[in-house]
Protein backbone atom coordinates (compact mmCIF):
# COMPACT_ATOMS: atom_id res chain seq x y z
CA UNK A 1 0.00 0.00 0.00
CA UNK A 2 1.47 3.19 -0.99
CA UNK A 3 1.82 6.20 1.92
CA UNK A 4 0.01 9.54 0.92
CA UNK A 5 2.46 11.85 -0.31
CA UNK A 6 1.92 14.74 2.25
CA UNK A 7 2.92 11.76 4.68
CA UNK A 8 5.93 10.77 3.39
CA UNK A 9 7.20 15.17 2.46
CA UNK A 10 6.25 15.08 6.94
CA UNK A 11 8.46 12.21 7.66
CA UNK A 12 11.00 13.17 5.22
CA UNK A 13 11.66 16.56 6.79
CA UNK A 14 11.18 15.17 10.18
CA UNK A 15 14.38 12.75 9.04
CA UNK A 16 16.39 15.81 7.89
CA UNK A 17 15.74 18.23 10.84
CA UNK A 18 15.88 16.17 13.98
CA UNK A 19 19.83 15.32 13.27
CA UNK A 20 20.51 18.93 13.03
CA UNK A 21 18.33 20.21 16.39
CA UNK A 22 19.82 17.19 18.34
CA UNK A 23 23.81 17.99 17.35
CA UNK A 24 22.98 21.90 18.54
CA UNK A 25 20.92 20.99 21.87
CA UNK A 26 24.74 18.86 22.19
CA UNK A 27 27.11 21.53 21.35
CA UNK A 28 27.71 24.57 21.93
CA UNK A 29 26.75 26.89 19.28
CA UNK A 30 30.12 28.52 16.96
CA UNK A 31 30.67 32.31 16.99
CA UNK A 32 30.91 34.05 13.49
CA UNK A 33 34.13 34.71 13.13
CA UNK A 34 34.92 37.83 10.88
CA UNK A 35 38.16 38.95 9.55
CA UNK A 36 39.21 42.63 10.23
CA UNK A 37 37.32 45.51 7.77
CA UNK A 38 37.30 48.85 7.09
CA UNK A 39 33.88 50.54 7.30
CA UNK A 40 33.37 53.54 4.66
CA UNK A 41 31.04 56.17 5.65
CA UNK A 42 27.59 55.67 3.61
CA UNK A 43 27.51 57.82 0.70
CA UNK A 44 23.82 57.09 1.19
CA UNK A 45 23.30 59.85 3.73
CA UNK A 46 23.46 63.55 3.44
CA UNK A 47 26.74 65.12 3.91
CA UNK A 48 25.87 66.58 7.45
CA UNK A 49 25.04 63.41 8.84
CA UNK A 50 28.15 61.86 6.66
CA UNK A 51 30.24 64.33 8.84
CA UNK A 52 28.89 62.91 12.23
CA UNK A 53 29.23 59.36 10.95
CA UNK A 54 32.76 60.19 10.14
CA UNK A 55 33.41 61.43 13.49
CA UNK A 56 36.32 59.46 15.75
CA UNK A 57 35.16 57.09 18.46
CA UNK A 58 33.85 59.28 21.97
CA UNK A 59 37.21 60.27 23.68
CA UNK A 60 37.55 58.34 26.58
CA UNK A 61 34.82 55.50 26.10
CA UNK A 62 37.30 52.90 27.70
CA UNK A 63 38.36 54.83 30.43
CA UNK A 64 35.66 55.88 32.56
CA UNK A 65 35.36 57.59 35.93
CA UNK A 66 35.77 55.09 39.00
CA UNK A 67 34.74 57.55 41.82
CA UNK A 68 32.18 59.56 42.28
CA UNK A 69 34.22 62.64 42.41
CA UNK A 70 35.30 61.72 38.73
CA UNK A 71 32.08 61.11 37.49
CA UNK A 72 30.75 64.49 39.01
CA UNK A 73 34.40 66.18 36.88
CA UNK A 74 33.20 64.51 34.14
CA UNK A 75 29.39 65.25 34.30
CA UNK A 76 30.51 68.94 34.97
CA UNK A 77 32.75 69.22 31.72
CA UNK A 78 30.23 67.59 29.43
CA UNK A 79 27.97 70.06 30.81
CA UNK A 80 29.49 72.73 29.99
CA UNK A 81 29.77 71.93 25.97
CA UNK A 82 26.63 70.41 25.59
CA UNK A 83 24.61 72.92 27.61
CA UNK A 84 26.28 75.63 25.23
CA UNK A 85 23.84 75.04 22.38
CA UNK A 86 20.84 74.99 24.23
CA UNK A 87 19.82 78.27 23.43
CA UNK A 88 20.94 78.81 19.93
CA UNK A 89 19.00 75.71 19.39
CA UNK A 90 16.15 76.72 21.02
CA UNK A 91 16.30 80.26 18.86
CA UNK A 92 16.42 78.73 15.76
CA UNK A 93 13.37 76.14 16.38
CA UNK A 94 11.26 79.72 18.16
CA UNK A 95 11.16 77.80 21.09
CA UNK A 96 11.29 79.39 24.90
CA UNK A 97 12.17 77.50 27.81
CA UNK A 98 12.21 78.19 31.90
CA UNK A 99 13.24 76.54 34.89
CA UNK A 100 10.73 75.60 37.34
CA UNK A 101 10.10 72.93 40.01
CA UNK A 102 6.84 70.21 39.66
CA UNK A 103 6.16 68.83 43.37
CA UNK A 104 9.86 69.51 44.34
CA UNK A 105 11.20 68.16 40.88
CA UNK A 106 13.63 70.65 38.76
CA UNK A 107 12.24 70.96 35.18
CA UNK A 108 12.38 73.02 32.14
CA UNK A 109 9.42 74.32 30.67
CA UNK A 110 9.72 74.72 27.19
CA UNK A 111 6.75 76.29 25.32
CA UNK A 112 6.99 77.01 20.85
CA UNK A 113 6.12 80.34 19.48
CA UNK A 114 3.20 79.25 17.74
CA UNK A 115 0.82 76.57 19.51
CA UNK A 116 -2.07 75.85 16.91
CA UNK A 117 -5.43 75.46 18.35
CA UNK A 118 -5.59 71.49 18.29
CA UNK A 119 -2.06 71.23 20.43
CA UNK A 120 -3.32 73.93 23.00
CA UNK A 121 -4.48 71.36 25.46
CA UNK A 122 -1.73 69.05 24.65
CA UNK A 123 1.39 68.43 26.35
CA UNK A 124 4.55 66.26 26.15
CA UNK A 125 6.82 65.15 29.08
CA UNK A 126 11.02 64.73 27.95
CA UNK A 127 13.43 62.29 29.74
CA UNK A 128 16.74 62.92 29.21
CA UNK A 129 19.26 60.42 28.00
CA UNK A 130 22.70 59.90 29.34
CA UNK A 131 23.60 56.55 30.94
CA UNK A 132 21.46 57.56 34.17
CA UNK A 133 24.27 60.08 34.82
CA UNK A 134 25.26 62.53 32.40
CA UNK A 135 23.44 65.69 30.67
CA UNK A 136 21.97 67.19 34.09
CA UNK A 137 20.49 71.00 32.92
CA UNK A 138 20.97 72.85 30.00
CA UNK A 139 22.74 69.92 28.35
CA UNK A 140 19.65 68.00 28.80
CA UNK A 141 17.47 70.39 26.69
CA UNK A 142 18.35 69.14 23.15
CA UNK A 143 16.18 66.20 21.99
CA UNK A 144 13.41 68.07 24.16
CA UNK A 145 13.64 71.51 22.64
CA UNK A 146 13.59 69.64 18.89
CA UNK A 147 10.60 67.91 19.56
CA UNK A 148 8.52 70.75 21.42
CA UNK A 149 9.84 73.30 18.43
CA UNK A 150 8.62 70.44 15.32
CA UNK A 151 5.73 69.46 17.13
CA UNK A 152 4.46 72.54 18.16
CA UNK A 153 3.65 71.40 21.30
CA UNK A 154 4.27 72.44 25.26
CA UNK A 155 6.90 70.31 26.43
CA UNK A 156 8.40 69.57 30.45
CA UNK A 157 11.46 68.44 30.31
CA UNK A 158 12.52 66.68 33.48
CA UNK A 159 16.30 67.58 35.39
CA UNK A 160 15.97 64.09 37.27
CA UNK A 161 18.41 63.41 40.20
CA UNK A 162 21.25 61.82 39.30
CA UNK A 163 24.47 60.16 41.14
CA UNK A 164 26.04 61.14 43.10
CA UNK A 165 23.27 62.91 45.02
CA UNK A 166 20.97 60.41 44.23
CA UNK A 167 20.88 57.21 43.05
CA UNK A 168 18.61 54.04 41.44
CA UNK A 169 15.70 54.58 41.08
CA UNK A 170 16.02 58.40 41.96
CA UNK A 171 15.71 59.28 38.42
CA UNK A 172 12.21 57.13 37.59
CA UNK A 173 10.85 58.59 40.96
CA UNK A 174 11.30 62.11 39.81
CA UNK A 175 10.21 61.32 36.10
CA UNK A 176 7.18 59.81 37.97
CA UNK A 177 6.47 62.88 40.16
CA UNK A 178 6.11 65.70 37.16
CA UNK A 179 4.06 62.23 34.81
CA UNK A 180 1.79 62.14 37.82
CA UNK A 181 1.22 66.32 37.61
CA UNK A 182 1.18 66.14 34.07
CA UNK A 183 -2.18 64.17 34.21
CA UNK A 184 -3.81 67.14 36.47
CA UNK A 185 -2.89 69.25 33.65
CA UNK A 186 -4.67 68.06 30.75
CA UNK A 187 -6.25 64.70 30.10
CA UNK A 188 -3.73 61.80 29.91
CA UNK A 189 -4.94 61.02 26.48
CA UNK A 190 -3.61 64.47 25.84
CA UNK A 191 0.00 63.50 27.12
CA UNK A 192 3.02 62.18 25.44
CA UNK A 193 6.07 60.97 26.76
CA UNK A 194 9.43 60.64 25.46
CA UNK A 195 13.41 60.36 25.46
CA UNK A 196 16.26 58.99 24.33
CA UNK A 197 19.02 56.34 25.45
CA UNK A 198 18.21 56.41 29.56
CA UNK A 199 15.65 58.64 28.97
CA UNK A 200 14.23 55.85 26.45
CA UNK A 201 14.59 53.41 28.77
CA UNK A 202 12.66 55.88 32.13
CA UNK A 203 10.03 56.27 29.45
CA UNK A 204 9.28 52.32 29.15
CA UNK A 205 9.89 52.13 32.88
CA UNK A 206 7.68 54.79 33.37
CA UNK A 207 4.85 52.79 31.53
CA UNK A 208 5.46 49.94 34.02
CA UNK A 209 5.13 51.84 36.78
CA UNK A 210 2.29 54.27 35.93
CA UNK A 211 0.58 50.14 34.99
CA UNK A 212 1.54 48.61 38.20
CA UNK A 213 0.47 51.82 40.40
CA UNK A 214 -2.92 52.21 37.87
CA UNK A 215 -2.22 55.33 36.81
CA UNK A 216 -3.90 56.62 33.47
CA UNK A 217 -1.96 55.75 30.38
CA UNK A 218 -0.92 58.53 28.19
CA UNK A 219 -1.92 58.77 24.83
CA UNK A 220 1.52 57.90 22.83
CA UNK A 221 5.51 57.29 23.93
CA UNK A 222 8.84 57.81 21.89
CA UNK A 223 11.68 55.89 23.28
CA UNK A 224 14.52 56.39 20.99
CA UNK A 225 17.03 53.66 21.19
CA UNK A 226 15.99 52.97 24.49
CA UNK A 227 18.58 51.11 27.21
CA UNK A 228 16.17 48.50 27.42
CA UNK A 229 18.15 45.43 28.79
CA UNK A 230 21.13 46.75 30.96
CA UNK A 231 22.55 43.36 30.73
CA UNK A 232 24.34 44.13 27.62
CA UNK A 233 21.95 41.12 25.93
CA UNK A 234 21.30 41.44 22.10
CA UNK A 235 23.07 41.03 18.80
CA UNK A 236 24.34 44.46 17.62
CA UNK A 237 26.31 45.18 21.28
CA UNK A 238 28.78 42.85 19.48
CA UNK A 239 28.08 43.79 15.78
CA UNK A 240 28.13 46.78 16.37
CA UNK A 241 31.07 47.25 18.75
CA UNK A 242 33.95 50.02 17.64
CA UNK A 243 31.39 50.93 14.74
CA UNK A 244 29.31 52.86 16.94
CA UNK A 245 31.48 56.20 17.45
CA UNK A 246 29.29 57.11 20.54
CA UNK A 247 28.81 53.92 22.71
CA UNK A 248 31.55 52.29 21.22
CA UNK A 249 31.64 48.91 23.14
CA UNK A 250 28.97 47.30 25.46
CA UNK A 251 32.16 47.65 28.10
CA UNK A 252 32.93 51.04 27.75
CA UNK A 253 31.53 54.32 29.54
CA UNK A 254 27.78 54.11 29.40
CA UNK A 255 28.04 50.65 30.82
CA UNK A 256 30.31 52.27 34.20
CA UNK A 257 27.88 54.23 34.53
CA UNK A 258 24.28 52.78 34.54
CA UNK A 259 26.13 50.15 37.22
CA UNK A 260 27.22 53.54 38.82
CA UNK A 261 23.59 54.32 39.09
CA UNK A 262 22.35 51.08 39.74
CA UNK A 263 24.43 50.86 43.03
CA UNK A 264 24.67 47.42 43.03
CA UNK A 265 20.67 46.43 42.50
CA UNK A 266 20.34 44.09 39.90
CA UNK A 267 20.28 45.11 36.11
CA UNK A 268 18.01 42.87 35.35
CA UNK A 269 15.20 44.09 36.98
CA UNK A 270 12.71 45.63 34.57
CA UNK A 271 13.00 49.22 36.76
CA UNK A 272 16.84 49.11 34.79
CA UNK A 273 15.96 46.32 32.06
CA UNK A 274 12.30 47.27 30.98
CA UNK A 275 12.62 44.07 28.22
CA UNK A 276 11.80 42.22 30.79
CA UNK A 277 8.67 43.85 31.87
CA UNK A 278 4.65 42.88 31.23
CA UNK A 279 4.23 45.52 28.22
CA UNK A 280 0.22 44.71 27.78
CA UNK A 281 -1.71 47.89 27.65
CA UNK A 282 1.22 50.38 26.74
CA UNK A 283 0.38 52.93 24.46
CA UNK A 284 0.98 53.35 20.81
CA UNK A 285 4.82 53.52 20.60
CA UNK A 286 7.50 55.06 18.17
CA UNK A 287 10.85 53.76 18.60
CA UNK A 288 13.60 54.80 16.67
CA UNK A 289 17.47 53.50 16.13
CA UNK A 290 20.62 53.71 13.15
CA UNK A 291 22.22 50.57 11.59
CA UNK A 292 25.00 51.42 13.61
CA UNK A 293 23.87 51.63 17.21
CA UNK A 294 25.11 49.62 19.74
CA UNK A 295 21.47 49.42 20.91
CA UNK A 296 19.95 48.60 17.75
CA UNK A 297 18.92 45.14 19.08
CA UNK A 298 17.72 47.25 22.38
CA UNK A 299 15.10 48.84 20.28
CA UNK A 300 13.99 46.18 18.14
CA UNK A 301 13.99 43.62 20.74
CA UNK A 302 11.70 45.81 22.76
CA UNK A 303 9.54 46.60 19.26
CA UNK A 304 8.75 42.60 19.13
CA UNK A 305 8.07 42.64 22.65
CA UNK A 306 5.33 45.67 22.68
CA UNK A 307 4.42 43.70 18.69
CA UNK A 308 3.58 40.75 20.51
CA UNK A 309 1.74 42.55 23.78
CA UNK A 310 -0.70 43.84 20.83
CA UNK A 311 0.78 47.23 21.11
CA UNK A 312 0.44 49.71 17.92
CA UNK A 313 4.25 50.45 17.03
CA UNK A 314 6.51 52.22 14.72
CA UNK A 315 10.02 51.05 14.02
CA UNK A 316 12.33 53.76 12.32
CA UNK A 317 16.31 52.61 11.53
CA UNK A 318 18.47 55.26 9.97
CA UNK A 319 21.37 54.38 8.23
CA UNK A 320 24.69 54.91 9.13
CA UNK A 321 23.50 56.67 12.64
CA UNK A 322 25.17 55.60 15.78
CA UNK A 323 23.67 55.89 18.94
CA UNK A 324 21.21 58.95 19.28
CA UNK A 325 22.40 60.43 16.68
CA UNK A 326 18.74 61.63 14.73
CA UNK A 327 18.80 64.23 17.62
CA UNK A 328 22.43 65.76 17.30
CA UNK A 329 21.14 68.44 15.35
CA UNK A 330 18.33 70.49 14.13
CA UNK A 331 20.06 71.28 10.76
CA UNK A 332 20.73 67.78 9.87
CA UNK A 333 18.46 66.70 7.06
CA UNK A 334 18.10 63.05 8.70
CA UNK A 335 17.36 64.69 12.17
CA UNK A 336 14.46 67.41 11.04
CA UNK A 337 12.66 64.18 9.38
CA UNK A 338 13.27 61.62 11.91
CA UNK A 339 12.07 64.02 14.86
CA UNK A 340 9.05 65.55 12.14
CA UNK A 341 8.08 61.58 12.34
CA UNK A 342 8.08 61.79 16.08
CA UNK A 343 5.82 64.67 16.15
CA UNK A 344 3.55 63.41 13.55
CA UNK A 345 3.07 60.35 15.73
CA UNK A 346 2.26 62.65 18.77
CA UNK A 347 -0.44 64.25 16.42
CA UNK A 348 -2.08 60.87 15.46
CA UNK A 349 -2.49 59.65 18.67
CA UNK A 350 -2.46 62.21 21.38
CA UNK A 351 -6.24 63.69 22.25
CA UNK A 352 -7.12 67.09 21.68
Not at 111 to 136: E, Q
Amino acid sequence: MNRPLAATAVAVTLLLLTPVASAQAQAPLAPRNVPAKSVPVPTTTSPEMQAIIAQPLRTGWDTPPTTPEGWTALVKQLEATGGAGAQPMADRLHVTFETSTIDGVKVYIITPADIPASNKNRLLVHVHGGCYVLNPHLAALGEALLVAGISHIKTIAVDYRMPPEAYFPAALDDAMTVYKSATSMVPPQNIGVFGSSAGGALTLEMMLRAKAGGLPMPGAIAPGTPMSDATQAGDTFQTNALVDNVLVSPAGFCDAATKFYAKGHDLADPMLSPINGDMHGFPPTILTSGTRDLLLSNTVRTNQKLREAGVETRLQVFEGQSHAQFYRDDRIPEVRFAIGEIAAWFDKNLGK
